[in-house]
C-alpha cells in the first residue's frame, strides 16, 4: 500500500532548515524553576542530585542488606560417568565390617555416592536386617575428621616416603595387632607378610573379647572356636546377662531368631520362653519374659546352681530369689531338653565352662548350638595380647602395626600400654581417622572406609559376604592389605588379589563376579554338629566357681551401649543421638542405679511422687564418684529400674580423644580403666566399688522422662496393652473386650451393643461427623510389639532415609530432637524389677486426624490415601498441630540445623558444633535427594517415606501393573531385624498388612484409639511368655 | 409529692463546683502543658522497655523460635499465654463504651477513654505474639484469605488460629473506630483552645472538621450507638474464640465446653483490673480525681469481685468435671498436674487461685472497695493470677498429656522469651504515655453530659426545685 504523507505545515512538508531547528530545539527556554540564592541550588548536589543520591543510596542499601543470600551451586556433569543417570539409584551388595561384625548389606547409591544401606536378603544369617550401627556406618565415610592423607610422626606424608621409611625398619620381630579379621583373604596376606617376615606375629585383640568363652571351649570341646546359635528352634533361653539382643556376638542375626519364638501364631498361641539373669539393666533384659537380679559375682553360683538344678540336684550358695530363678530356668530347660539353650556373658573361663555343661546336660549342642557352623565374630585371646605388652616391654618386638586394634583407648592398663609402645621403634597404624593409638604411631596409612573397599568376610564358616566399593576414595588412604602386599614384596593389587582368590576358591572369574553381584555365597546344606564334652575341665570349672565366694559390696558392671559398642560409635552423631534402648539417654555417658540404691545414695525416692516428678523433670543430675581401687571416675547417675540393688553399670565407649570429631567432644568419660585384666581374661565387672555422692550435678540429655503408663487417676491402657501368654490363652479376647469397653461410652446406644458391634462400628458411630470411603489405596502400618526389641535400628534408618537433622546435646537437653521415629519404653509392675515394653511410635497418620484441621494454613492435610501430609513450603510454624496431636510425634525446626535457611550466618553460635559439623559440604554428601531438607520454623514428622511410596507407584506404572506389596518397604520396615513393622496397602486384601490385622485380631489394637483419631498405625499387644495372670 | 427522687445509693458523678468551661480546663490542661519530669521518666522507661523487646523479637526471628525454651512436648508457652493475657486485658475498654452505653450508665463517661485506649494498646500488644510466635514470621500473611496465584491456596477455615485472625483484627477495626469517634468533639476542643499554628492545624486534622453542629452531634451519636451495637457481641466473641483455640483442641484440660463463658469473664475480670492500675494512678497524676471518681473505682471493683467469682466457679466446675467424668487423662491434668500442690507446676494453680479466686474476695468489703491503695495492690494481683491462669491452661495441660512417653522436662522462659514480654509491656506504656500527653484521657464532651445531672454542684441548685409539689412544680414551670 502506498504511504500517505501527512504534514502539520510547510516547513515540516520541507524538512527547512528553520522547521527541524525548531524541532531540536523545541524547549528553547529554561524549565521555569525559581531561582533561590539561598545556597542549596548552587550548591555541589542541587535539591534533585540530592534525591537522585539518597533514593539511589537508599536503594544499595537495601539491596546490599537484604539480598546476601548463601549460594549453593550444583553443577551438571561435562561428561557423563558410565552407570550414573542422575536421579536415579544404583544398588550394590557389599558387606558391612567392623571389628569382627560383620552384616551382609546392599548399599544405595545415588549420583555416584553411597547414602543408604540396607540389609542384603540373601544372606541367611541377618537375613536382610541391619543394626543401628550398621545404619549409620554411611554417615561415617563422610566424616569430616577422618584422616585424608597419611602421617610420618603427625606430619602429612606421601605413601611413597611411608614405603621408604618402613622398608628400612621392618627387619623382623613384627606383631600385627588387629581387632577380629575374618576375612580369607586378609588373613592370606597377613600370613604371606608374616612368612616374608621371620619372627613376626599375628596377635588378635579385641576391645571386648570372648577369650572367656573361646578358652572355655577349648577346655570343653577341645577347639577353640565359638558356635552358632539358634535362639529360633529354641523354646527355652536362658541367658547369664548376656545381651545377646544389644551387643552380644552377633545382636543382628539373634534378633531374628529370638523374634521367631516370640512371634505369635493367634490361632495357636505359643512362644519360647526367655528367662534372664540380669546385674544391669540390658536391652535383651528388657525382652524377657522373667528376669531375676542378680550381682555379677554370683553369676558363677548361678551357672552352677543352674548346673545342679537341671541336673536335679540341690541348688545352694545363693538367696531365695535367686533360688526360685534358677529353679523356673532349670524346669524351663529341663522341659524343653533338646530346644534349649544357655549363654552368659561372662568372660570368665569357668563360668563359660559349666555353661558348656549345662547345654551339655540339656542337648543344646547339636539342636540350639551348631558346631558345625563357627562363627568368627570374636578370636582375640586377651592373654595374647597381655604377653605382647610384656614382650614389647622387653625389647622384643621391632614394630607393630594396628588394624582396627585401637588398645591405647580400650586396654584397661592404657598407660602401661603406652609407655611400653613407646619402647617400640617402630609403630605403625591403619586407622581411618587419628584415634587414641594412632596418635602415639609414628606411622599412620589411613585405611578405607569399607564403603570405598574391596574385601571379603567369612562371619560363620562357609558363609561369605563380600565387600565392593561403592565409591572411589574420597582422602589420600591406602587398604591395609595394600600396604601388607608392598611390604612382602607382592606387587599384586588388593583387589586383583581378592579377585584372584576367590576366582580360584570358586573356579572361574564367572563365578566370583555372580558371587559379587549377590553379595554373599552361602553353603548349600547347613550343617549341624554338636561336640561332646570333657567332663575333667568341668569338674575343674565347678570346684573353682564353688570356691570363690559372691562379693557383698557394691559391684560395678560395664556394659556396651547398642550405637557406641566399644566406643566404634562415639564420632557417630546418628548413633550419639540415637537414645539408648535401655535409658533414653543421648550424647553421654552415667552410672546406672537401681531405684532401691538411689534411696540411699541419691535419697530419691521414685515411689515418692515429689521426689520423681522433680528427678524427671530436671536434667541435671547428681554426680557420684565411684572408686575402683585406684581408678576414679565421676559421673551422672540415672536410676534404672531392673538393675541390681548392689550392682551399678557404667558404659564403655565413651570419652574418646577429641581428634575423631566434634561428636565425641565432652561426650561422657572412658570407662576402660574400670575393666581389668586378671591373667587370664579381661574382666568387665568389678566386685568392690565405692560410690560418693558428690554435690554436683550433670545434665543427661533424656528423650523420654518418664516410664509409667499408669497414674493415679487411672491406668492408661489405652496406650499400651500387655498381657501373659497364660491370661493370652485362657482369655484371647481379653484386650478386644477391654477395647469395647473402653468405647461403649462413647456411641450413640452402646450400652446395648455386643462387644464385637462396638468395635465394628467405632469408626461410624463414634463421631457426629459422616464417615467417607476411602477407596484406592490406603497405607497402613502395623508393629507386632512382641517381635520389636527395642534395638534401634529403625530410628537410625529414618534419620537417614528422611534426612533427619542432628540437633546436638544442648538441643536434646531442651526437647528439641527432630526424630521422626522414636522408640517408647514403658515399665510395668513391681518397679524393682518391672516388666519392660518398648513401642516404636511414629506418625500414626491418623484418618481424623487432630492436627489437619487446626493448622491456619493448611500446610498439613489429608492424601486420598491416608496420608497425613506435611507441606514444608506452606507451613508458618505456629506449632498448633504438634500441641493437637496428642502422640506428640511432630517435630519442629527451632533453628537452623541444616543450612536450609535464607537467613545468612544464622547458625553460628546458636546451634553446636556437631551440627554445623553435618552441614559441612563432605557430611552434606549423606542426604537422600529424593527428600526435601526442612529449613528453620516448619514443622516436620513421619511420611511413611513417601518418597519410596511414588517411586513403588512408578515403577508399577511403568510395568503397567497394579502395585504390589513387596514393591515397597518403608526405610524402618527395611532396616528391622525382625520384621517387626509391616507396611502396606490395607485396602488390598492380600497385601501383608491386611493379614496381619486379619490374622491377629485379638492383639490388634491403636493407641489411644477412645480418641476416634482413626489411626493408620495399628499395633500388635505384648504378650510375655511369663505365665502370670494378667491384673488390668 | 416531691417531684425528684433522689438515690440514696447513687453518687454524683463528678465532684467539685464545675462548670463546663472548669471541665474542660482540667482534662485539657495537661495535654497544653510541658509534660512533667515524671512523663519523661515513665517514657523513657517504657521505650527502654521496647527497645528490648525488638531486640528480643530480632533475635527470635533471625535464629529461630529456638531462642525460647519451648519443646517437642511444650509448643507454645509464654508467648500464647502473653498473647490470651493481652487480649483479654484487651476487654474492659469495649464493655465500658459499649455494653455501659447501651445500658445507659451514666459512670462510664468517666473512665471510657482510658479504658478503650487501653484496650487498643492491649490488643496491639496482644497480636505481636500470634504474629512473632509464628516459625516462618516472614510467611505470616499465608493467614489472609485473597486469591492468589499459588493455586489460589485457601486458608484453612476449620482452624481455630484462623477464627483468631478474624477475631482479633474485626475487634481492634471496632474499638479503634469507637475510640476515635469519641475523640472527635474533644479534639476539636483541644484544636479551638490551640495556642500555636501546629497544634491547631494536627488537632483540626484529627478533629475531621469538627463544628459542633446539631446536625454533627446527631450523627455522632448514632455512631456511637451503631459501633457499640457492633461491639457488644464482640466483647463476647473475641474471648470465646481465642478459647476455641484450645476448646477444640483434643488435649486434657484443653478439651471443655466450658471455656467459651469462663474465658470472656476472666478477660473482663482482667481487663477492668488493668483499667484500675492505670486510673489509678492516672487520676492521681493528672489531679482527676473529681472525674473519677472513688465511685467510679467502687463500681469497677464490684465487677471485678463478680467476675473472679465467675471464674472461681469455673476453677471449681472444671476441678468437679475432671473427677466426675471419670476420665483418666483429664483427671490427672486438672488433679494432679493442677490442684496438686507439689506437682512440678503446682505452685502456678494455686497462685491463680490465690490470686483470682481468693484475693478479690476482699472486695465484698465496701471499705475495701473504696480504699485507693487496696484497688491498686488488688489490681496488680488480679493480673498476675490472670496471668498464671492462661499459664496454667497452656503449660500444664501441654506437658503431661496423653502419652507420658512424651512428658516434658521442665519449662522456663529464655531471657528473649522474657524479653519479648517486657517488649509488650514498653510498647503498651509508650503509647499510654502518648495518649495521655496529646489526648484528652476523659471524654470531656460526655462529662458535660453527664455534668448537670450527676454534678455534685448541681445537687444545691435543685433543693428547692426538690421541695416543689408536682402541682407546684407544674404551675411554676408550664409555660
Not at chain 1, 536421579?87 to 561384625?101: C, E, K, L, N, S
Amino acid at each position: 500500500m502506498e504511504q500517505k504523507k501527512h504534514w502539520q505545515s510547510f516547513g515540516e512538508l520541507n524538512q527547512s532548515e528553520a522547521f527541524n531547528k525548531e524541532v531540536k530545539d523545541e524547549f528553547t527556554s529554561e524549565l521555569p524553576m525559581v531561582e533561590d540564592h539561598s545556597g542549596f541550588l548552587s550548591a555541589k548536589a542541587p535539591r534533585r542530585d540530592f534525591l537522585k543520591y539518597v533514593g539511589f543510596s537508599t536503594a544499595a542499601a537495601a539491596v546490599a542488606a537484604s539480598c546476601e543470600m548463601p549460594i549453593k551451586k550444583a553443577i551438571p556433569f561435562a561428561n557423563k560417568p558410565e552407570d550414573i543417570v542422575p536421579g536415579i539409584a544404583d544398588y550394590y551388595a557389599t558387606t558391612y565390617v567392623q571389628d569382627g561384625d560383620v552384616v551382609s548389606v546392599i548399599a544405595k547409591v545415588r549420583d555416584g555416592r553411597p547414602i543408604k544401606l540396607e540389609g542384603n536378603d540373601l544372606s541367611p544369617i541377618t537375613a536382610g536386617g541391619t543394626s543401628a550401627r550398621v545404619q549409620a556406618s554411611v554417615l561415617d565415610l563422610y566424616d569430616t575428621a577422618r584422616l585424608r592423607f597419611p602421617l610420618i610422626a603427625g606430619k602429612e606424608a606421601t605413601f611413597e616416603a611411608i614405603d621408604t621409611a618402613i622398608a628400612g625398619e621392618l627387619n623382623g620381630n613384627i606383631v600385627i595387632v588387629t581387632s577380629t579379621v575374618n576375612s580369607p583373604s586378609t588373613k592370606a596376606v597377613v600370613a604371606e607378610f608374616l612368612a616374608k617376615h621371620p619372627g613376626s606375629k599375628h596377635v588378635t585383640y579385641d576391645a571386648v573379647s570372648f577369650s572367656g568363652m573361646l578358652l572355655a571351649n577349648e577346655a570343653s570341646y577341645g577347639k577353640r572356636v565359638i558356635p552358632s546359635y539358634h535362639f529360633d528352634k529354641a523354646k527355652a533361653i536362658v541367658s547369664l546377662s548376656a545381651d545377646f539382643l544389644g551387643t552380644w556376638l552377633s545382636p543382628v542375626e539373634f534378633a531374628r531368631q529370638y523374634a521367631v519364638g516370640k512371634k505369635i501364631n493367634e490361632k495357636a498361641p505359643a512362644m519360647s520362653k526367655h528367662i534372664h539373669f540380669e546385674t544391669v539393666a540390658s536391652l535383651t533384659g528388657s525382652n524377657a519374659d522373667e528376669k531375676y537380679l542378680c550381682r555379677p559375682s554370683e553369676i558363677g553360683a548361678i551357672a552352677l546352681g543352674l548346673l545342679n538344678a537341671v541336673k536335679g540336684a540341690e541348688v545352694t550358695g545363693v538367696d531365695a530369689a535367686t533360688k526360685k530363678g534358677i529353679k523356673a530356668a532349670a524346669k524351663a530347660l529341663t522341659e524343653n531338653k533338646g530346644a534349649a539353650v544357655v549363654v552368659a556373658g561372662s568372660n570368665d573361663v569357668n563360668v563359660q565352662i559349666i555353661v558348656n555343661a549345662i547345654n551339655d546336660a540339656i542337648g543344646a549342642n547339636g539342636t540350639t548350638i551348631n558346631f558345625g557352623a563357627i562363627v568368627n565374630y570374636r578370636q582375640g585371646i586377651d592373654s595374647e595380647f597381655a604377653t605382647l605388652v610384656d614382650e614389647m616391654n622387653a625389647g622384643k618386638v621391632n614394630a607393630v602395626l594396628f588394624y582396627g586394634a585401637n588398645p591405647v583407648y580400650t586396654w584397661p592398663a592404657a598407660e602401661a600400654f603406652k609407655s611400653a609402645l613407646a619402647k617400640v621403634k617402630t609403630t605403625i597404624s591403619f586407622s581411618g581417622k587419628l584415634d587414641e593409638t594412632a596418635t602415639v604411631c609414628k606411622y599412620v596409612i589411613p585405611d578405607h572406609h569399607f564403603l570405598e573397599s574391596w574385601g571379603d568376610a567369612e562371619p560363620v564358616s562357609g558363609h561369605i559376604s563380600f565387600i565392593q566399593p561403592t565409591i572411589s576414595p574420597l582422602f589420600k588412604t591406602r587398604a591395609f592389605q595394600d600396604s601388607l602386599l608392598k611390604w612382602s614384596g607382592n606387587t599384586t593389587e588388593y583387589i586383583n588379589y581378592v579377585k584372584n582368590f576367590w576366582s580360584t576358591q570358586l573356579g572361574s572369574e564367572n563365578a566370583w563376579n555372580k558371587a559379587l553381584q549377590a553379595g554373599v555365597i552361602n553353603p548349600e546344606t547347613p550343617s549341624i554338629a554338636g561336640a561332646s564334652i570333657n567332663g575333667a575341665a568341668v569338674a575343674a570349672a565347678t570346684s573353682a566357681v564353688a570356691a570363690s565366694k559372691p562379693s557383698t559390696k557394691i559391684e560395678l558392671a560395664l556394659y556396651q551401649k547398642v550405637g557406641i559398642g566399644a566406643g566404634q560409635g562415639a564420632a557417630n552423631p546418628w548413633l550419639q543421638e540415637l537414645p539408648d534402648p535401655v535409658t533414653r539417654a543421648t550424647w553421654d555417658n552415667y552410672i546406672i542405679v537401681s531405684p532401691a540404691m538411689a534411696r540411699t545414695l541419691l535419697n530419691i525416692d521414685l515411689n515418692n511422687g515429689g521426689q520423681a516428678d522433680a528427678y524427671e523433670v530436671q536434667p541435671p543430675k547428681k554426680v557420684v564418684k565411684l572408686t575402683a581401687g585406684k581408678v576414679t571416675i565421676e559421673l551422672p547417675v540415672l536410676i534404672i529400674p531392673g538393675t541390681h540393688p548392689n550392682t551399678v553399670g557404667i558404659a564403655v565407649g565413651y570419652g574418646r580423644i577429641d581428634s575423631l570429631g566434634k561428636s565425641v567432644i565432652g561426650t561422657g568419660k572412658n570407662a576402660f580403666p574400670l575393666a581389668n585384666f586378671n591373667g587370664q581374661t579381661v574382666s568387665f565387672d568389678n566386685s568392690n566399688v565405692t560410690l560418693t555422692l558428690t554435690d554436683q550435678t550433670y545434665p543427661v540429655a533424656l528423650t523420654q522422662t518418664h516410664f509409667r503408663y499408669d497414674t493415679t487417676q487411672g491406668n492408661r491402657t489405652e496406650v499400651m496393652k500387655e498381657l501373659s501368654l497364660a491370661s493370652f490363652i485362657a482369655h484371647p479376647t481379653e484386650i478386644r473386650e477391654e477395647r469395647a469397653n473402653e468405647y461403649r461410652g462413647q456411641m450413640a446406644g452402646g450400652d446395648k451393643m455386643t462387644n464385637e458391634e462396638v468395635l465394628a462400628n467405632f469408626e461410624k458411630d463414634a463421631t457426629i461427623y459422616p464417615v467417607y470411603d476411602r477407596p484406592g489405596i490406603k497405607w497402613g502400618m502395623n508393629v507386632d510389639l512382641n517381635a520389636c526389641n527395642g534395638c534401634g535400628a529403625c530410628v537410625v534408618a529414618c534419620n537417614a532415609e528422611n534426612n533427619v537433622a542432628v540437633v546436638g546435646k544442648p538441643e536434646v537437653l531442651r526437647g528439641h530432637e527432630m526424630h521422626w521415629l522414636r522408640i517408647d519404653k514403658y515399665f510395668s509392675g513391681d518397679m524393682d524389677n518391672p516388666n519392660v515394653v518398648f513401642q516404636p511410635l511414629m506418625c500414626q497418620h491418623c484418618d481424623n486426624a487432630p492436627c489437619e484441621n487446626v493448622c491456619p494454613v493448611a500446610a498439613t492435610n489429608h492424601s486420598s490415601e491416608g496420608l497425613n501430609q506435611m507441606t514444608y513450603n506452606r507451613c508458618i510454624g505456629t506449632r498448633y498441630c504438634a500441641n493437637n496431636c496428642p502422640f506428640k510425634v511432630r517435630r519442629f525446626n527451632w533453628a537452623d540445623y541444616t543450612g536450609a535457611d535464607s537467613f545468612p550466618n544464622n547458625q553460628e553460635g546458636e546451634v553446636n558444633d556437631v551440627v554445623m559439623n553435618m552441614n559441612d559440604d563432605l557430611t552434606r554428601m549423606v542426604l537422600n535427594p529424593d527428600v526435601t531438607v526442612r529449613s528453620r520454623g516448619v514443622i516436620e514428622k513421619c511420611s511413611f517415606c513417601v518418597q519410596r511410596l511414588q517411586s513403588a507407584k512408578l515403577e508399577a506404572k511403568k510395568a503397567s501393573r497394579p502395585m504390589i506389596d513387596s514393591d515397597i518397604k518403608v526405610a524402618c520396615q527395611q532396616s528391622c531385624p525382625t520384621n517387626a513393622i509391616s507396611f502396606g496397602n490395607a485396602n488390598d486384601k492380600h497385601s501383608a498388612i491386611t493379614m496381619v490385622r486379619a490374622e491377629n485380631p485379638n492383639r490388634n489394637f491403636t493407641v489411644l484409639e477412645q480418641l476416634h483419631v482413626l489411626p493408620n498405625v495399628t499395633y500388635l499387644a505384648k504378650v510375655r511368655n511369663n505365665g502370670e495372670k494378667h491384673e488390668a | 409529692m416531691h417531684i425528684k427522687y433522689e438515690s440514696q445509693l447513687r453518687e454524683p458523678l463528678v465532684y467539685g463546683n464545675k462548670d463546663y468551661h472548669q471541665v474542660t480546663e482540667d482534662i485539657v490542661r495537661p495535654i497544653e502543658a510541658k509534660p512533667t519530669r515524671l512523663w519523661y521518666i515513665g517514657f523513657f522507661i517504657a521505650v527502654t522497655l521496647l527497645m528490648f523487646g525488638v531486640y528480643s523479637v530480632y533475635r527470635e526471628v533471625t535464629y529461630g523460635i529456638g531462642q525460647w525454651n519451648l519443646n517437642k512436648t511444650i509448643g507454645w508457652g509464654w508467648d500464647i499465654t502473653n498473647f490470651v493475657w493481652w487480649v483479654g486485658i484487651g476487654h474492659a475498654g469495649t464493655l465500658i463504651s459499649a455494653v455501659l452505653l447501651l445500658f445507659r450508665q451514666g459512670w462510664r463517661t468517666g473512665v471510657n477513654r482510658a479504658a478503650e485506649a487501653m484496650t487498643i494498646f492491649a490488643v496491639m500488644c496482644a497480636g505481636q505474639f500470634p504474629i512473632f510466635h509464628m516459625g516462618r514470621v516472614w510467611m505470616a500473611f499465608f493467614v489472609m484469605p485473597y486469591p492468589n496465584s499459588r493455586g489460589p491456596l485457601w486458608v484453612n477455615f476449620n482452624s481455630p488460629l484462623l477464627w483468631d485472625v478474624f477475631a482479633i483484627s474485626t475487634y481492634f477495626t471496632v474499638s479503634l473506630l469507637f475510640w476515635y469517634s469519641g475523640l472527635l468533639p474533644d479534639f476539636a476542643t483541644v484544636r479551638d483552645r490551640a495556642f500555636t499554628k501546629l497544634r491547631k492545624k494536627l488537632y483540626g486534622i484529627a478533629a475531621f472538621g469538627w463544628t459542633g453542629s446539631t446536625k454533627h452531634w446527631q450523627r455522632h451519636e448514632s455512631l456511637s450507638l451503631v459501633l457499640a451495637g457492633l461491639s457488644t457481641p464482640l466483647v463476647l466473641s473475641v474471648h470465646t474464640i481465642v478459647s476455641f483455640d484450645f476448646a477444640t483442641s483434643v488435649i486434657p484440660g484443653w478439651h471443655t465446653t466450658i471455656f467459651p463463658p469462663y474465658f470472656v469473664a476472666g478477660a473482663i475480670f482482667s481487663g477492668f483490673a488493668m483499667v484500675q492500675s492505670l486510673l489509678v494512678i492516672v487520676r492521681k497524676v493528672f489531679g482527676l480525681e473529681d472525674y473519677i471518681t472513688i465511685g467510679h473505682i467502687d463500681l469497677m471493683n464490684k465487677v471485678i469481685v463478680l467476675t473472679g467469682s465467675i471464674v472461681g466457679i469455673a476453677y471449681l466446675t472444671e476441678l468437679f468435671m475432671g473427677w466426675y467424668s471419670q476420665n483418666k487423662y483429664e483427671g490427672y491434668t486438672f488433679w494432679y498436674s493442677r490442684a496438686y500442690l507439689f506437682s512440678p507446676y503446682g505452685w502456678s494453680y494455686w497462685g491463680m487461685m490465690a490470686c483470682n479466686v481468693i484475693s478479690p474476695q476482699i472486695f465484698w468489703s465496701r471499705k475495701m472497695r473504696r480504699n485507693v491503695f487496696v484497688t491498686f495492690f488488688m489490681s496488680i494481683i488480679v493480673n498476675i493470677g490472670m496471668w498464671f491462669e492462661r499459664f496454667v491452661i497452656i503449660v500444664t495441660s501441654l506437658y503431661r498429656d496423653y502419652l507420658p512417653s512424651s512428658w516434658s522436662v521442665y519449662y522456663s522462659p529464655t531471657i528473649w522469651e522474657i524479653g519479648f514480654y517486657m517488649g509488650t509491656f514498653g510498647l503498651f506504656f509508650t503509647c499510654f504515655f502518648l495518649f495521655a500527653k496529646y489526648f484528652p484521657v476523659i471524654a470531656v464532651a460526655e462529662i458535660k453530659y453527664v455534668l448537670k445531672r450527676s454534678g455534685e454542684s448541681y445537687k444545691p441548685g435543685m433543693t428547692k426545685l426538690e421541695a416543689e409539689t408536682a402541682e407546684e412544680f407544674a404551675h411554676n414551670h408550664a409555660h
